[in-house]
């Protein structure tokens, strides 16, 4: 089965309110995070990373905060643009040290703005 | 900027074909990985590659064979197209720090595979 996972498959939210995407994952041995973007037609794009020595990171306009009591990553959104609008996916990294890191994505959450 | 290209954005194949999915990296990455993108099943991995000549087994591999010959470009083959096989392929490469987890994946913008 898949180890990461989202809560919701789609959020509908206003312009200009702020985003929390959510996401679960089983595997408490891993140790590094990410928050994908994607457009319609296009390939997924970074958009943050936290690794598992930190609670919270913020870069411009989303924050990641990972509770690993819970096992739980979340990504906000503030102030919600039009922009905004696409699928949104965790991936999470068990790194044991050798060869290539293959990432295990969640599902995706369709993100969708409301004017 | 990192740049991941794929040779095709659009491909219509039929069953039994031998298909290659071309993939380019020019940032000197070592890893590079193919997926397959699917509703309801997210990202799933299929090959990935640490070095030249090196590759390693993903979680659905069955079906699926991979070449990579130079540095910057990883191929994926389906030996025998299959429906089950039409999907969305994307590529991604990282560069791997040995002091660090990894780095970030750069993905290519996909190639949409039909097999009638």
């Known amino acids: 089965g898949e180890s990461v996972g989202l809560h919701l498959p789609t959020l509908s939210v206003q312009e200009g309110d702020n985003s929390i995407i959510n996401c679960a994952y089983s595997n408490s041995a891993s140790d590094y995070f990410i928050w994908y973007k994607q457009e319609s037609g296009k390939g997924p794009q970074f958009i943050i990373d936290?690794?598992?020595?930190?609670d919270k990171r913020q870069g411009q306009r989303v924050t990641v905060l990972l509770n690993k009591t819970v096992k739980h990553l979340s990504l906000q959104i503030a102030a919600t643009q039009p922009g905004d609008s696409a699928v949104y996916f965790c991936?999470?990294?068990?790194?044991?040290?050798?060869?290539?890191?293959?990432?295990?994505f969640g599902k995706g959450t369709h993100l969708i703005i409301q004017p | 900027d990192v740049k991941v290209t794929q040779s095709s954005r659009y491909l219509v194949k039929r069953t039994g074909e031998k298909v290659f999915l071309e993939c380019v990296q020019d940032?000197?990455?070592?890893?590079m990985f193919w997926y397959r993108q699917d509703p309801g099943l997210g990202l799933r991995l299929i090959y990935f590659?640490?070095?030249?000549?090196?590759?390693e087994k993903g979680d659905i591999p069955e079906g699926y064979s991979v070449s990579r010959e130079k540095k910057e470009r990883f191929s994926l083959i389906l030996e025998s197209a299959s429906t089950n096989q039409t999907s969305m392929y994307l590529c991604?490469?990282?560069?791997?720090?040995?002091?660090?987890?990894?780095?970030?994946?750069?993905f290519g913008p996909g190639t949409r595979l039909t097999v009638l």
């Open positions: 940032m000197d990455h070592e890893n």
């Open positions: 936290i690794r598992s020595n930190m």
């Open positions: 590659s640490y070095d030249v000549k090196m590759k």
């Open positions: 991936a999470e990294l068990n790194d044991d040290g050798g060869g290539a890191d293959g990432l295990t």
């Open positions: 991604a490469s990282s560069k791997h720090l040995s002091t660090e987890p990894t780095d970030t994946q750069y």
